[in-house]
């Protein structure tokens, strides 16, 4: 998809949302784009970060943003509010981002991880 095209489709994603939703995702994507090159995905219910496949997926709600990450095993952490094994070697773990704050080191390396996996 076009460039051109990605942002409006992207920007719906934050209408109704307040201020600080949009300013996650924008430190979620330099941080992402801190790795290498990042495609911005939107789809009809999120926006999925990819490489060369998905790392990361990203819904907005009103006051937070959840963020999906890939990850190659499980994380504990009480960050992690839901977590899905997709496959054997495959995690989908789910994190509530209220403030910029939430995107801190811990949060970086589990991206960096979800980076290289799909790279």
Not at 32 to 45: H, I, L, M, Q, Y
Not at 79 to 99: D, F, G, P, V, Y
């Amino acid at each position: 998809m076009k460039q051109s095209l990605v942002r409006p489709a992207i920007d719906l994603h934050f209408d109704g949302r307040s201020a600080e939703v949009s300013k996650i995702y924008e430190s979620i994507l330099a941080v992402a784009r801190s790795f290498g090159p990042v495609n911005e995905d939107p789809k009809k219910t999120s926006i999925h970060l990819t490489n060369r496949t998905a790392f990361a997926g990203i819904q907005t709600r009103r006051d937070y943003l959840i963020l999906t990450v890939k990850s190659a095993h499980d994380i504990t952490s009480d960050r992690i509010s839901r977590r899905e094994q997709a496959s054997a070697n495959r995690w989908h773990l789910e994190l509530k981002l209220r403030t910029r704050k939430d995107v801190d080191s811990e949060l970086t390396a589990w991206l960096q991880d979800a980076y290289e996996l799909s790279s």
